[in-house]
Every structure is written in structure tokens, then in C-alpha cells.
């Protein structure tokens, strides 16, 4: 039933889902615009839901995420992500916990990856980890004045649906009636496909680690300890070491910008070289949208000193980089 009211709604927007799971709607240039008057809704598409349950779960969790899982537990929502033991990012997320059950957000290309691995740990905890893809679907959608902090909030709405407001005009909706919640936006909203969606992810800061940057950056450098993602008051996780040296005995060499690019092609993981850098890499592209006028807005992890240096694409000697102001202060880091 489920998939024969996507199905529905797809044919009624002219709306199709390729291979990569994006969502493609027609009128691009009109997407970007409702982006820009701040009443787009999606479908996130490129999207999985995780669920995680059982009587062990919490405590489970508290020694796997970097966030705090304990003190969102009952009603609560974070950002967060999973990592090696090195600190390397294997996943970054939204994590709603309600009564104990929790639902993790992440990037579709990595959910599968992500929730075997995870599964790995679980050994005789009383933890089930399962897709609830079929069941339920995430949407965002823009309304002015949603939060006014940078924290994810939790909203309390009747019925079964998760909602959080993630940045100042930013929801995200978890629901198990996607089409319903969709055809009702759609009275005051525009429905915008994945890349238009992206921009509005690029805008407020807000990172996906994906298949592209799997393993590339520790927690600081996507921003997550600016975004509650990251608690220095938890016991031991995965990469805990790492991010607690990172965080306390200097500072943290690369961050999360936002950023316009100039060149004739940009993509999710392209590296990223300066002047001074020759060949090595100094940062890579996280998440990057195409704009009408043939540039591209993104969201990038670099060297924070290497703005002066004229950073560039390295697959691209002609392209350009532009600092964009995120909603946000970054520490001073070098």
C-alpha cells in the first residue's frame, strides 16, 4: 500500500527516483527559487531509516555514537555519527529516541553498510537493528522561524510521526504516511527534488557523510561538535581517543565551509589542493548543488588556513573556490 501511494504521488508530480535514489522533479530553475522563498518540501529520497530497539539499546548505543544517546533516550533527537578507531567517520545521522526505540537518519548509500557493521558489536545485547525503509519514509520541509538555535529540536506532535526542527527554517519529518503528509505541504509548498533539497542542507551547515566521504573526516571536521553531535562527557566510544585529543590538546585543523564553485564539474568527494599543497590533498567536496548560472554552492572540509591559497578542484586547474557564510560561527582553527 505503501509503495502504491509513492507511486501515485510520483506520477501526479511527474516525479521519478533514478539508480542513486535521487528524486528528479521538472523545472529545476523553480525548485532553486522555492529553495530561495523558503517553501520547498521533499521527499529525502536519498535517504534510509534505521530502527533500534530492545532492552539494551541505550546502553548499546552510548558506547557506539559520539552523541549522547543516554539524554535522548525518552523524547529527544541529535546529530550524531559512527566511527572507526581511528575517528574516521563512517556515518553521520539524525537520531530521534522515543521511550527507548530509536530511529537513525542517514545517507541510503551507506545505511546497509552501516547497520551490518553495527550489528557486528551486538553480540548477546538485547539490540535489534533493522531497516524500517517499507514502513516508514523521511520529508523535509521549510517554515520560517522553525528553531532559533542550532541544535536539533524535538517536536511532540500527535500520532507516530518523529519531527525535529534542524536548523531556523528546517524540519524533518519521519512518517510512516509520506504521500498524505506531502499532498498537504503542497497547499502552501513547492515539491523540490533531491539536488534542490541539498541546497537547502548546504545552506544551513548541516554535513551527510555519504559513500564519497566514508572514512575521510573525524566528527570536528564536519562540524558535529558545533552541532551537539558529539558529547566530551560520555564514557567510551569507537574513535573516542581520537576525538577527544582532537577537541583538547589543539585545534582542529580542518572544518566544514560552505562554498561556491566555479568548474565545469563537481561531485560529492573530489579532492581539494591549494597553491602551497602541490599534489596533496588538503580537503574534500561533501555535498554539492548546481546552480543556474552554472557555478555550484557546497559544502566542503578543508584546511582552514587555505583560503588565502587560491584552493582549487585538483581535477580541475581553472576552478575556483568562494567562502560562503554559514548560519553559524566556526572557532578559529588553523
Known amino acids: 500500500m505503501q509503495q502504491q501511494l509513492i507511486a501515485d504521488w510520483l506520477q501526479q508530480n511527474q516525479a521519478t527516483v533514478n539508480e542513486k535514489s535521487e528524486l528528479n522533479l521538472p523545472a529545476y530553475a523553480e525548485q532553486l527559487a522555492a529553495v530561495t522563498a523558503g517553501t520547498a518540501c521533499s521527499w529525502l529520497s536519498k535517504f534510509s531509516i534505521l530502527r533500534i530497539s530492545g532492552d539494551d539499546a541505550t546502553a548499546f548505543l552510548q558506547g557506539q555514537f559520539s552523541c549522547d544517546v543516554a539524554a535522548v533516550a525518552e523524547n529527544g533527537v541529535s546529530w550524531g555519527s559512527y566511527s572507526t578507531a581511528k575517528g574516521r567517520m563512517q556515518a553521520s545521522f539524525l537520531l530521534f529516541g522515543s521511550m527507548g526505540v530509536f530511529h537513525l537518519l542517514l545517507r541510503r548509500d551507506i545505511a546497509d553498510t552501516f547497520r551490518k557493521r553495527l550489528s557486528m558489536f551486538v553480540l548477546r545485547a538485547k539490540v535489534k537493528i533493522e531497516s524500517v525503509d517499507d514502513s516508514m ?194 572557532p578559529d582553527a588553523d
Open 137 to 330: 519514509l523521511a520529508l523535509g520541509v521549510m517554515q520560517a522561524n522553525a528553531s532559533n538555535g542550532v541544535l536539533p529540536q524535538r517536536e511532540i506532535v500527535a500520532g507516530e510521526d518523529l519531527v525535529a526542527t534542524v536548523a531556523s527554517n528546517v524540519r524533518i519529518v519521519l512518517t510512516a504516511a509520506p504521500a498524505a503528509v506531502l499532498a498537504q505541504w503542497q497547499t502552501s509548498h513547492r515539491a523540490v527534488g533531491s539536488q534542490a533539497w541539498d541546497w537547502v542542507f548546504v545552506q544551513a551547515g548541516l554535513p551527510w557523510v555519504s559513500q564519497a566521504t566514508y572514512e575521510e573526516f573525524v566528527p570536528q571536521m564536519a562540524n558535529l561538535d558545533l552541532l551537539g553531535g558529539i558529547s566530551f562527557k560520555k564514557g567510551c566510544y569507537p574513535g573516542q581517543e581520537i576525538v577527544a585529543r582532537t577537541q583538547y590538546l589543539g585545534k582542529v585543523k580542518r572544518r566544514l565551509y560552505r562554498a561556491r564553485v566555479t568548474a565545469a564539474a563537481v561531485n560529492e568527494g573530489d579532492a581539494l589542493i591549494a597553491a602551497s599543497s602541490g599534489e596533496q590533498t588538503i580537503g574534500r567536496i561533501v555535498m554539492v548543488v548546481p546552480l543556474m548560472d552554472g557555478s555550484s554552492e557546497c559544502l566542503l572540509v578543508m584546511q582552514s588556513g587555505a583560503w588565502d591559497e587560491q584552493p582549487k578542484l585538483a581535477a580541475d586547474a581553472q576552478s575556483s573556490l568562494v567562502q560562503l557564510p554559514l548560519p553559524y560561527s566556526l
